[in-house]
């Protein structure tokens, strides 16, 4: 079966920054707004974006601030509440272009936190959901932090950046020996940066990684309050080998939203969605099938 074409999509979110995302499908089928992990871009949901592209929705899969080609923040600005509006921002576009109204927010680690901070915020507030849905892949109201300083490490290991792709993968391969080793790297690519000393580095703004930076695992009591007021319907997807998002912490969040679904990927590591995308897409598109 063919991969849908897709067009580029763009909108401004918090602080003037301009974002970029690739739309599968067709604009009249419900939507849905793909949010990609820290450290990744849209690409990273490229698989995923066209089987729900196929299976009649309208995949948008976006850039976060200062990933890929969105704009880095002027003022290095990559806290939550900068990542609501963002969230904000897409909603309603996609909510003005779509005869079904808001879209389904499916996200994974960061994207999934600001999916979380989004919804649980405008609740506190006393506003309607950005989204109609939220999917929150491998991340929760609480993630360990052995996993994150895991992540946080390789994020900021080689600030010096690769002689060549084929270095690039080579680092890649020892963070993720589970995974095999692609012999084509035109997809690496996408997710790195030349730069003008012939380096290549990742494909984001390294304020990213400021120390300043809040961070989820500093707050597990705020995401625990936002996950508490959420009314839409929710589904949480694990992998199942995950060192991020802990099976007691998923059971968790459980009791802490009784009306979620949940989903084990088994032999998935944290980044589900590249380690078992068809198992996990299918997972997703059930359950958005439900909401039709």
């Not at 850039?63 to 600005?77: A, I, K, T, V």
């Not at 994207?111 to 609740?123: F, I, K, M, P």
């Not at 959420?230 to 991020?244: I, N, T």
């Not at 059971?251 to 998935?268: K, N």
């Amino acid at each position: 079966m063919s991969t849908p074409v897709h067009d580029r999509l763009t909108c401004t979110g918090a602080n003037g920054v301009g974002l970029v995302a690739d739309a599968y499908g067709h604009p009249d089928d419900p939507a849905v707004l793909l949010l990609h992990g820290g450290g990744q871009t849209r690409h990273s949901w490229g698989g995923t974006a066209a089987t729900l592209a196929r299976r009649g929705f309208h995949a948008v899969s976006a850039d976060l601030r200062g990933h890929g080609e969105s704009d880095w923040d002027p003022d290095g600005n990559y806290g939550f509440d900068a990542f609501r509006a963002d969230t904000e921002a897409w909603c309603d576009l996609l909510a003005s272009r779509s005869p079904h109204g808001r879209p389904a927010v499916v996200g994974a680690s960061m994207g999934g936190l600001a999916g979380l901070w989004t919804e649980g915020s405008r609740a506190e507030e006393g506003l309607g959901p950005a989204g109609r849905a939220l999917v929150l892949v491998d991340v929760a109201h609480r993630i360990e932090p052995e996993g994150v300083a895991r992540i946080v490490g390789f994020m900021t290991g080689r600030p010096e950046g690769f002689a060549s792709l084929q270095e690039a993968a080579d680092a890649i391969a020892a963070y993720m020996p589970h995974r095999p080793r692609p012999t084509n790297l035109d997809g690496l690519a996408r997710n790195l940066r030349l730069g003008e000393d012939g380096r290549y580095r990742w494909h984001w703004d390294p304020r990213f990684m400021s120390p300043d930076r809040p961070r989820a695992s500093a707050v597990p009591d705020v995401f625990a309050d936002h996950a508490s007021r959420l009314r839409m319907p929710v589904l949480l997807v694990r992998g199942r080998m995950s060192d991020v998002l802990s099976e007691d912490a998923a059971q968790e969040f459980l009791t802490i939203v009784p009306h979620a679904r949940y989903v084990d990927v088994g032999d998935a590591h944290h980044m589900v969605a590249g380690d078992k995308n068809d198992t996990f897409t299918d997972a997703v598109v059930e359950f958005l099938e439900s909401l039709r």
